[in-house]
């Protein structure tokens, strides 16, 4: 067991709703990433936070945005959701924000109709 | 940005055999180039990693060679058995941060 722990497991929405997303990440560790992986695809990086602060983001439009709190947990909020947004939803933490081991937690299946 | 291209996108192999993954990446500028092994609906798990300082990592069963010249990195799995089968991806990541850039996924299936 790797310590990084997300919720929920399993989200239905509604296309044009809203989600938020958890991540809890392993202990000692100040970095949290966020991915999208959709079915038989690998992860795309949506964006990394660094000790509250977002210290890098991937193609992703804003109307994903995320939250760091002072324990170093994590939000992924997104708005106006679409069925393209259907996906497995990642949170991996880290170390440090530099090139170090990512520990990934069991993800959030996200399905939007 | 960095781009990882990955092949192939399935294998199949006898027990015992080997199986050999390839991936090929865009910015010289990465640097880390992790390995993960993902079981259906589980998540994914790093089996490997290795620097641009390095040209080769092996672990037990596993070994890792990147070429820096030409930009690729290679997966190696020797005496492969029914417990491998699953999908490793490939990624790269550069000076900017732990960020990863992964490639498309190899489904591996080793047969008994």
């Known amino acids: 067991e790797t310590g990084v722990t997300q919720s929920p497991t399993h989200l239905i929405k509604t296309r044009g709703q809203q989600v938020t997303l958890r991540c809890s990440s392993q202990?000692?560790?100040?970095?949290v990433s966020w991915y999208q992986q959709a079915l038989g695809q690998g992860p795309q990086f949506i964006f990394q936070?660094?000790?509250?602060?977002?210290?890098g983001r991937g193609n992703f439009p804003p109307r994903f945005s995320g939250l760091q709190f002072p324990n170093y947990s994590s939000e992924l909020n997104v708005n106006a959701l679409e069925l393209d947004d259907s996906a497995l939803y990642l949170c991996?933490?880290?170390?440090?924000?530099?090139?170090?081991?990512?520990?990934f937690g069991q993800g959030t299946r996200l399905t939007v109709v | 940005g960095e781009n990882v291209e990955q092949h192939p996108s399935t294998l199949s192999v006898q027990e015992g055999d080997s199986a050999v993954i390839k991936c090929t990446y865009s910015d010289s500028a990465s640097n880390y180039f992790p390995w993960y092994k993902q079981e259906l609906g589980k998540r994914p798990q790093l089996i490997i990693d290795?620097?641009?300082?390095?040209g080769e990592k092996k672990d037990q069963r596993i070994a890792v060679t990147l070429n820096k010249t030409a930009k690729h990195f290679s997966l190696h799995i020797t005496e492969t058995q029914p417990e491998d089968s699953a999908v490793y991806f490939c990624?790269?990541?550069?000076?900017?941060?732990?960020?990863?850039?992964f490639g498309g996924g190899t489904r591996l299936m080793v047969k008994p």
């Open positions: 202990s000692g560790h100040n970095t």
């Open positions: 990624a790269g990541s550069g000076n900017a941060g732990n960020m990863l850039t």
């Open positions: 991996a933490s880290s170390p440090t924000e530099m090139n170090t081991e990512a520990f």
């Open positions: 936070y660094y000790r509250e602060e977002e210290n």
């Open positions: 290795i620097r641009s300082n390095v």
